[in-house]
């Protein structure tokens, strides 16, 4: 061999020499990190404030031979050596070291692992020993259920039966007495706690010592008294619980046609009970006093035709009352380029103010008014004299409504307010998609002031940007906001116009309310904000009252405040699901909800709140809609009239 093929491989010997050296397999096995609980203790010198109820966990640099762990590995005090018991993980690089019971407090202890440990691929150990020194534990919950639903990192449930369990586990044994003085229920009538231990105590089953109420908030707390079994320290726990609704019927069973009659005769009565004496107009609601409002009194101007044909009131009855309701709108009720106001004082008609420079002309309201007045109109009889004079006042009423003044010298928008003190300050557009459609519709159909298509498809449609498109939860929104928004869009514009064929080129209206109602229930369903008593039957988020004053409920403003209104008025759209809502608000919670004109407006019962009032534009969709669901009335009526035809017609759609 040459000296130089002799130098290569001296050099090529000593690289695999040097590889080989430092192989992982060759080399011995390393201790290289030990943890007590999640705390990382030194390696050299004495560890202090080790907790006594946690394992050790010895992280290896090599996986281990588990033959040799049992003899390598001891923990001992001064005194005698611990049992424990050894778990392997990490592919056996890591060893659990769990102490059989809680350590003793405030004692050293030396965990020792020696030689006799094998790397699994034959790596030796050197003997290594670490000292630490102990604290007294903190008792902790480890899980926390009632009734089978975790609550550990929880602090409210629902739907708990009244009968509820909790069982919980800690971390170590707990003082008994402790637990039984540092445990407190409170809520509703309750009752005191049974309590048994058991595994050593460290589960704990609670149960209420007599059942809870129905549909009730409940508190179950540990205050900080508690401590373990030698006296560990606890932090204390609280958890809020809601019991379940009560299943069973507050009143008699009746077939569902004389349930749907009697909360449409219930409901009528805050129309013709409650009516304003003087105008014979619509409250705002059961404490407005004086003040009447335009577009509910045109919700009630077709809930008297619902009550006329369903034999609330007989005809003569409800034709006196409509008549001095027409004779109010046109000789005393204030106008405003023949729009009316929001509200008005239901004895003398002048306007009242609805908020902030807002004392004129309502556009909007004006709109619900008329679509009223139309189907009044359109039901009376024309051969009847008294009904025939009537008639004409009412298309006196219509024709001097003018519309395109409102665009607001001429644009392609209708505006909603005007006021004569403020002008068009408050410069407010009547854009979609949400409510409002039933103003265009009017507007281009009126005989004495229209308005063109193209102030519908820029100012209403925004060209084209009303659409929707897309999917929630499941289910396609061809118009408007996220989710549909609240349900009255479903609602106000349709107490008249009839959805079922109706087409434009921007939506199908029949699936765009279908759609929207499912939404807003799946919404309830799906929960996702954990309130109290949403559920398949219990559904509808729309503008209402709630526990802080007024808001629209959608999707998108969930504050927990379930309104009747929106299901039962969506029964068109969903007549199976709406139908299950009003069994479940009649008969499961009627003795809660139901009062003397129907249905209180709204509840949140994870508010523990209910209402006790009664709000015109809630009311009357609840009577027509379900009358256009059994009989198709008030749609028919309105859908006959010449004006909404040649508005329809003039804005391209198909009906």
Same mark, same amino acid.
């Not at 590995?73 to 424990?84: F, H, N």
């Not at 919404?523 to 808001?551: F, K, M, Q």
């Given at each position: /061999?040459? +000296?130089?093929?002799?130098?290569?491989?001296? +050099?090529?010997?000593?690289?695999?020499?040097?590889?080989?050296?430092?192989?992982?397999?060759?080399?011995?096995?390393?201790?290289?990190q030990i943890f007590v609980g999640s705390?990382?203790?030194?390696? $050299?010198?004495?560890?202090?404030?080790?907790?006594?109820?946690?394992?050790?966990?010895?992280?290896?640099?090599?996986?281990?031979?588990?033959? #040799?762990?049992a003899s390598a590995?001891?923990?001992?005090?001064?005194?005698?050596?611990?049992?424990?018991?050894?778990?392997?993980?990490?592919?056996?690089?890591n060893i659990v070291v769990s102490p059989i019971g809680?350590?003793?407090?405030?004692?050293?202890?030396?965990? =020792?692992?020696? $030689?006799?440990?094998? !790397?699994?691929?034959?790596?030796?150990?050197?003997?290594?020993?670490? =000292?630490?020194?102990?604290?007294?534990?903190?008792?902790?919950?480890?899980?926390a259920h009632i009734d089978?639903?975790?609550? #550990?990192?929880?602090? @409210?449930?629902?739907?708990?039966?009244?009968?509820?369990? /909790?069982?919980?586990?800690?971390?170590?044994?707990?003082?008994?007495?402790?637990?039984?003085?540092?445990?407190?229920?409170?809520?509703?009538?309750?009752?005191?706690?049974?309590?048994?231990?058991?595994?050593?105590?460290?589960t704990i089953r609670v149960t209420a010592s007599n059942d809870l109420n129905y549909l009730a908030k409940y508190e179950f707390t540990l205050a900080e008294s508690l401590t373990g079994a030698s006296g560990e320290g606890f932090s204390t726990y609280s958890l809020n619980f809601y019991t379940s609704i009560d299943p069973t019927p507050k009143f008699p069973l009746i077939p569902e046609e004389e349930?749907?009659?009697?909360?449409?005769?219930? @409901?009528?009565?805050?129309?013709?009970?409650?009516?304003?004496?003087?105008?014979?107009?619509?409250?705002?609601?059961n404490t407005s006093g004086e003040t009447v409002t335009s577009g509910g009194s045109g919700f009630g101007l077709m809930a008297i035709i619902v009550g006329i044909e369903r034999g609330f009131v007989t005809r003569a009855e409800g034709t006196a009352r409509l008549e001095k309701i027409v004779n109010f709108l046109g000789d005393k009720a204030d106008r405003f380029h023949g729009a009316w106001s929001h509200w008005l004082n239901g004895t003398t008609g002048d306007a009242v103010p609805f908020s902030q420079n807002d004392d004129g002309g309502d556009l909007v309201e004006t709109a619900f008014m008329a679509q009223g007045l139309i189907a009044v109109r359109q039901y009376l009889d024309a051969n009847d004299p008294a009904e025939s004079s009537l008639i004409d006042k009412i298309n006196n009423l219509l024709e001097t409504i003018e519309w395109s003044w409102y665009t607001q010298k001429g644009q392609n928008v209708l505006y909603w307010h005007w006021s004569p003190n403020f002008d068009w300050e408050k410069n407010h557009r009547i854009s979609g998609y949400n409510e409002a459609l039933i103003v265009y519709i009017l507007a281009a159909g009126s005989p004495t002031f229209p308005i063109a298509a193209d102030v519908y498809h820029q100012g209403w449609a925004r060209n084209g940007d009303i659409t929707n498109g897309n999917n929630y939860l499941g289910i396609n929104l061809p118009l408007g906001f996220d989710f549909g928004g609240p349900l009255f869009?479903?609602?106000?514009?349709?107490?008249?116009?009839?959805?079922?064929?109706?087409?434009?080129?921007?939506?199908?209206?029949?699936?765009?309310? +279908?759609?929207?109602?499912?939404?807003?229930?799946?919404?309830?369903?799906?929960?996702?904000?954990?309130?109290?008593?949403?559920?398949?039957?219990?559904?509808?988020? @729309?503008?209402?009252?709630?526990?802080? !004053?007024?808001?629209?409920?959608?999707?998108?403003?969930?504050?927990g405040v379930i309104t009747p209104t929106a299901a039962i008025s969506s029964i068109p759209y969903t007549p199976e699901y709406s139908i299950d809502a009003i069994e479940h608000f009649y008969y499961i919670l009627g003795d809660r909800l139901w009062g003397t004109y129907g249905f209180y407006d709204a509840f949140n019962f994870t508010r523990e709140w209910v209402a006790d009032s009664f709000l015109a534009i809630d009311q009357g969709p609840i009577i027509i809609m379900i009358e256009n669901h059994r009989s198709g009335l008030i749609w028919n009526l309105f859908m006959s009239a010449p004006e909404v035809q040649s508005g329809l017609t003039k804005l391209g759609f198909t009906f």
């Open positions: /061999m040459t +000296v130089n093929k002799l130098s290569v491989f001296l +050099v090529l010997a000593g690289i695999l020499l040097g590889c080989k050296e430092n192989d992982p397999d060759i080399r011995n096995l390393e201790l290289m705390m990382e203790i030194d390696n $050299n010198g004495t560890s202090e404030d080790l907790p006594v109820d946690r394992n050790i966990s010895l992280v290896f640099s090599n996986p281990i031979d588990q033959s #040799t762990a590995i001891s923990l001992r005090d001064e005194k005698q050596t611990v049992d424990i018991n050894l778990n392997f993980s990490s592919q056996d690089k809680p350590l003793g407090n405030n004692t050293v202890y030396t965990l =020792s692992v020696s $030689n006799l440990l094998k !790397g699994a691929g034959g790596q030796h150990f050197e003997t290594r020993e670490i =000292s630490f020194k102990t604290v007294l534990g903190e008792l902790t919950i480890l899980s089978g639903i975790d609550v #550990t990192n929880q602090n @409210t449930a629902i739907n708990i039966p009244p009968d509820f369990e /909790m069982i919980f586990d800690f971390s170590i044994p707990v003082d008994k007495s402790s637990f039984e003085s540092a445990a407190e229920l409170s809520g509703p009538d309750a009752a005191g706690i049974d309590i048994a231990f058991s595994n050593n105590d460290q349930l749907l009659t009697l909360v449409q005769q219930q @409901t009528f009565k805050y129309f013709w009970d409650f009516g304003h004496p003087v105008s014979g107009l619509t409250r705002e609601r869009f479903a609602h106000y514009s349709f107490l008249g116009l009839d959805p079922r064929n109706l087409s434009d080129q921007y939506a199908n209206y029949w699936e765009q309310n +279908v759609n929207h109602s499912l939404i807003n229930r799946e919404w309830c369903i799906s929960n996702p904000n954990n309130y109290v008593g949403y559920s398949a039957d219990c559904w509808g988020l @729309t503008a209402s009252d709630n526990h802080e !004053g007024y808001s629209a409920h959608s999707p998108g403003n969930d504050l």
